[in-house]
Each structure stands twice: as structure tokens, then as C-alpha cells.
């Protein structure tokens, strides 16, 4: 195998979760770029079918499927419809998440914080149990999951979604070592990235100002750079690596 088919992805299946818009279509669109067929998922139809769209007009195969992230039936839903379509699931991508609160931690009430775990712990962990027989049965099962650079140094007014994101990457690590040599589990972390998501913070001068000037890259990301870095995790090229930690953030967490 040459190292360029190293990267390649035919005849594998992928599935990517908050696969809508941002982050999560841009993964969709590199996996299938790469020859994966693609199961892309959400909440909302009209975004995933948008990214199925997309994935189609390059040539690609696309499935979409609505689920919410942090509902056992509708994990477990998503992922009998990706074998259903597909035959199997070679590659899942954890990328499902949400953060309704910009602000002091303690502000939050129960409510907040119950909604950001279920979705942003609660939903990899469930996506991760459903996906194993299938991953496992791949042989060249690889899980990847998106944590965020709060994960590992909380971020400033982020504090439930920094304390989440630590979390899944804690569980990427647990599943590394509870499913090696079968399955590489593997967590990327994302700076700021230009997406609607983080809208909040790399629209505000001051806040970009404050974290690019300690970078030695010094701007927001874009999302195809997250993306470039699944597609490394996805296939081949990775085959060695499991229980990584790989930060995308121009050098911010230095």
C-alpha cells in the first residue's frame, strides 16, 4: 500500500454526528471526499440532507439520518440505519454537541447543566456502546472524538462546556485502553474555529485579540482544518495511534 492510499477510505463506511453544518459537514464532506460512504446525522433534517446534498453533487455517497444525540433509541436507531444502508460501520465520528450558556459557571442552573451533559457526554458515550459490535466486527473500527482545547485547559465564560469536553476526552482514553488492539479510539481538539457555533467568541474582537496573540499561529481556524485531521485518525495512516490527544489550535494550549 502506497502512503497516498494509506489516506484513502474505499469501502469503508463513516458515521458523523452534528454533521449539519460547520465542523461536522466538513468532516462528513472530507470522509467522503476520501472515498467513505457516509452516514451524516442531526436533529434537524434540513441540515443533514443539505450535507447528504453536498456529498452527492462531489460525487459521493451520503445517508442521512435525524437522531438527538443524547437519546439511547435514537443512537441506537442511527446506528441499525447506517448498517441497514451500508452493511456495517467502520468509522464514527462523536462530533454532536451544544452549549447554551456563555458565562460564569455557578450562573447555571441544573437545567443547563443536565442539557450540556446529555448531549456532550451522555450522547459519545451512548453513539460509542451502539457502534462498538460494528466497529469491532470492522477490524479497522476507528473512533474519533471531538473534544475542544477547553477540555484541557478550561476556556474563560465556557466553564460547563470546558468541564464536557474534558470529560470525552477522558472517555475517548478509557476506550482506547478497554478496546485495544480491536478498535482505535482517538479525541481531537479543536481551537476556535470559524463556524456558527463558536460565533460567539471569534466575533468578539477582544476575545480573539486576547487568544490569538499568545498563538504562534495567530488566527481563528478554519474548519477544514479539523477535518484534515479526522481523515488522518479515520484510516491507515493512523494505525499506530490510539488514545491520542490531537490538538488543533495553532499553538494556543503551548
Not at 7 to 14: I, K, T, W
Not at 72 to 95: F, H, S, T, W
Not at 143 to 152: A, D, E, L, R
Request: neutral net charge; hydrophobic residues 45%.
Amino acid at each position: 500500500m502506497s502512503a497516498l492510499e494509506r489516506f484513502g477510505l474505499a469501502g469503508r463506511v463513516a458515521l458523523v454526528t452534528g454533521a449539519s453544518r460547520g465542523i461536522g459537514q466538513s468532516i462528513a464532506l472530507a470522509l467522503a471526499d476520501a472515498g467513505a460512504r457516509v452516514v451524516v446525522s442531526s436533529r434537524k433534517r434540513e441540515g443533514i440532507e443539505a450535507t447528504a446534498a453536498l456529498i452527492r453533487e462531489r460525487g459521493g455517497q451520503a445517508h442521512a439520518v435525524v437522531a438527538h444525540a443524547g437519546v439511547d433509541a435514537d443512537q441506537e436507531r442511527l446506528v441499525q440505519e447506517a448498517v441497514d444502508v451500508y452493511g456495517g460501520v467502520d468509522i464514527v465520528v462523536a462530533n454532536a454537541a451544544t452549549n447554551p450558556v456563555f458565562g460564569p459557571v455557578l450562573d447555571a442552573d441544573g437545567g443547563i447543566f443536565d442539557k450540556i451533559m446529555q448531549v456532550n457526554v451522555k450522547g459519545p458515550f451512548l453513539l460509542a456502546k451502539a457502534a462498538r459490535p460494528w466497529l469491532e466486527k470492522s477490524g479497522k473500527g476507528s473512533m474519533i472524538f471531538i473534544s475542544s482545547v477547553g477540555g484541557i485547559s478550561p476556556e474563560p465564560l465556557l466553564g460547563l462546556y470546558s468541564v464536557s469536553k474534558a470529560a470525552v476526552l477522558s472517555l475517548s482514553k478509557v476506550l482506547a485502553k478497554e478496546w485495544g488492539p480491536s478498535i482505535r479510539s482517538n479525541c481531537v481538539c479543536p481551537g476556535i474555529v470559524r463556524t456558527k457555533f463558536a460565533e460567539a467568541i471569534w466575533s468578539n474582537d477582544a476575545i480573539v485579540d486576547a487568544t490569538i496573540k499568545i498563538q504562534p499561529i495567530p488566527r481563528v481556524a478554519e474548519i477544514e482544518e479539523i477535518a484534515g485531521m479526522v481523515l488522518f485518525l479515520a484510516g491507515d495512516a493512523a494505525s499506530y495511534c490510539t488514545g491520542g490527544v490531537y490538538v488543533v489550535d495553532g499553538g494556543h494550549t503551548l
